[in-house]
C-alpha cells in the first residue's frame, strides 16, 4: 500500500495492520475526531499524551491520517516538522516528523489570521518531485535528480493544543501542525549552486527577526526529502511526482499577529517571498 501524494489518495486506513501502536483502532478515529473538532471550533484542547500517555508515534500516524481524511481536499504533498536545532530547542522535540500539506490550505500574499487558534509563521525552502521516489535505501543522488523546481516557502503553523504545549506524539496526530503554506517563484534546481548553503533571512516590518541556513534543517533540503523518502518506505508508501515538499523551518516560529508584513530572503538566486496578515 502507497500514499501517492499530489492527489491520489492513502490506500492504508491508518489501522492497526499497518501502523501498528498500542491503541486500538476506534481510539485512533475517537481522538482525530477530536482534534478535528478542535479545528473547526478554533479551540485548543489539552494534549492527547496528558490523557494518554501510552501514546506510541505509530498511533499519531494513524490519527494524522484520519484526521487529514476528515479534512478533506487534495493532498500536494508533505511538510516536515522540527528538521532544525532552532525549533526541536523551541519546542522540547527531540526528533523530525512529518505532516501532510492539502491543496485548501496553500495561500497567496494575504491571510486572515482568524482562520486559525494561533498561528505562526516559518521560512522554508521547498522542493517540488519530478520522479516517483521510493525505497528505504534512496540516495541522495536519487533524491537530487528527482527534483523539478525548488522554491521559497513560508509555512503557517497552528497548534490544537493550548499554549502550544505538546509533546511528540501529540504533534504527529496534530498533523504537525500544518496550517497553511505560501510558495514564491520556482527555480530550476540547476540554477542554484549548493541548496545547503543558500543563507536565509526573515523580516517582519522590514526588521529582521531571524536568519538561518539550507543545511539548518537536517543539514540540507535533498537530505531532509531522503529522511522523508526512507521514513514513507517503512510503511511501504511512496512519493508520487508533482509533490509539494516544505523541507523544514530555517528559524524559530514567529508569532503571527493581525497587521504582520513577513518577508523572506534568500541568497543564491532563489528570491523573495513576502506575506501579509490581517484581521
Known amino acids: 500500500m502507497r500514499l501517492m501524494a499530489g492527489g491520489t489518495k492513502l490506500a492504508a486506513d491508518g489501522s492497526r495492520s499497518e501502523l501498528t501502536g498500542l491503541l486500538s483502532a476506534d481510539q485512533h478515529q475517537l481522538l482525530a475526531q477530536r482534534l478535528y473538532e478542535a479545528a ?62 492539502l491543496a485548501h490550505t496553500q495561500v ?12 505562526r509563521l516559518e521560512p522554508e525552502i521547498a522542493l517540488v518531485t519530478g520522479l516517483d521516489l521510493l525505497g528505504a535505501n534512496t540516495s541522495i543522488e536519487q533524491v537530487a535528480n528527482a527534483i523539478s523546481r525548488v522554491h521559497p516557502a513560508i509555512e503557517i503553523v497552528d497548534s490544537r493544543f493550548q499554549d502550544y504545549r505538546f509533546r511528540s506524539v501529540d504533534n504527529i496526530a496534530d498533523n504537525s501542525s500544518a496550517a497553511g503554506y505560501c510558495l514564491g517563484a520556482g527555480v530550476a534546481p540547476g540554477d542554484i549552486e549548493n541548496l545547503e548553503q543558500l543563507e536565509c533571512g526573515l523580516y517582519r516590518q522590514g526588521a529582521e527577526i531571524g536568519s538561518g541556513r539550507g543545511e539548518d534543517a ?32 530555517l528559524t524559530r516560529a514567529e508569532v503571527i499577529s493581525p497587521g504582520d508584513q513577513f518577508r523572506v530572503e534568500f541568497s543564491g538566486g532563489l528570491g523573495n517571498l513576502e506575506l501579509g496578515f490581517v484581521d
Open 108 to 119: 497567496d500574499q494575504q491571510v486572515s489570521c482568524g482562520r486559525f487558534i494561533d498561528p
Open 40 to 101: 473547526l471550533a478554533g479551540e485548543a484542547q489539552t494534549p492527547l499524551s496528558d490523557q494518554l500517555p501510552e501514546l506510541e508515534t505509530a498511533d499519531s500516524y494513524a490519527i494524522q491520517n484520519l484526521l487529514v481524511g476528515q479534512l478533506g481536499g487534495r493532498r500536494t504533498g508533505f511538510k516536515l516538522g522540527f528538521t532544525s536545532a532552532a525549533m526541536r530547542q523551541q519546542m522540547g522535540i527531540d526528533e523530525a516528523n512529518y505532516g501532510v500539506l
Open 218 to 249: 537536517l543539514g540540507g533540503p535533498l537530505q531532509a526529502l531522503q529522511w522523508l523518502v526512507r521514513k514513507l518506505a517503512e510503511t511501504d508508501r511512496s512519493l508520487a511526482a508533482g509533490s509539494v515538499i516544505l523541507t523544514g523551518g
